[in-house]
């Protein structure tokens, strides 16, 4: 009974799908020595999109532990996603209209960057559904 049990789980597990995850913003900083990288997670049609910002220095992919985290972020009731700009040579600022999830708390310091999260910030602008990726892919 237990091998079987073990058995499946393990299909289960095959079967369930990884989360796929897509660079969707890179925002260089004012002197290009680093980038401020929005990858975006989708895990199926009945997840919500999630957001990870890693500063990487430039041309680098997004590092694997993220300085922010951010579920189901929308930039306007019809656009999902983050704006991010920096604001000074080592600050970013990261809005976005609503989220259900955001961690961790305001402010952040990752890699001597300090990271202000702005929620209630809407942009207008941004064109409905998920981000669209950057189709850049980091070298370092």
Do not use: K
Not at 59 to 80: E, S
Not at 90 to 107: G, I, M, S
Not at 111 to 127: K, Y
């Amino acid at each position: 009974m237990r091998t079987a049990l073990v058995g499946l789980v393990l299909v289960l597990a095959a079967c369930s799908p990884s989360p796929t995850r897509t660079e969707v913003l890179r925002v260089p900083s004012a002197d290009a020595a680093l980038d401020a990288v929005v990858v975006q997670t989708d895990a199926g049609a009945t997840t919500s999109f999630g957001y990870l910002l890693s500063v990487v220095p430039h041309g680098c992919a997004a590092a694997p532990d993220p300085a922010l985290r951010v579920v189901d972020a929308t930039r306007n009731p019809a656009a999902a996603g983050l704006g991010v700009r920096w604001t000074g040579p080592r600050a970013l600022v990261v809005e976005f209209l609503d989220a259900r999830f955001a961690d961790p708390p305001t402010p952040v310091t990752a890699a001597g960057i300090t990271v202000d999260v702005h929620p209630g910030v809407p942009d207008p602008a941004a064109p409905p559904g998920p981000m669209p990726p950057t189709g850049v892919v980091g070298t370092c």
